[in-house]
């Protein structure tokens, strides 16, 4: 599989020198990032990962903006997994604590519910 389909669903609930720190790292492993706004919140995972056969929510349900970063991770293997936590370690900034990969599960699930989700664990 090619790193070309690799993907991250990143939210953040404020733009930063961190944030955007973040993104090169992102940017120079070749991953595409695919911001996640808080009215977005509603939406499915494979919806905004752009997985076929996904549609936009019909309903939009309000949720309330998340207080931390997340990292939804697509196509990943987990050798790519560790490259890109190291990367994050080795540009000297703190990891980000709610990560998740898709799978076909979470795939339906809103953002938000997953956001829930990765919190408890």
Do not use: C
């Not at 931390?68 to 196509?75: G, S, W």
């Not at 699930?109 to 956001?115: G, H, I, N, R, S």
């Amino acid at each position: 599989m090619s790193h070309s389909t690799e993907m991250v669903l990143f939210y953040t609930p404020e733009a930063t020198a961190r944030t955007s720190r973040l993104k090169g790292v992102f940017v120079r492993l070749g991953i595409r990032i695919r911001n996640i706004s808080p009215e977005q919140m509603g939406e499915t995972i494979g919806y905004l990962a752009g997985m076929d056969g996904f549609e936009p929510a019909e309903e939009k349900t309000e949720y309330p903006a998340p207080e931390e970063e997340i990292l939804v991770m697509k196509n990943f293997t987990s050798r790519r997994i560790d490259e890109l936590i190291l990367a994050i370690r080795k540009a000297g900034l703190q990891k980000i604590e709610l990560k998740a990969v898709v799978t076909p599960t979470n795939a339906q699930w809103p953002f938000y519910k997953l956001y829930e989700e990765i919190r408890e664990e």
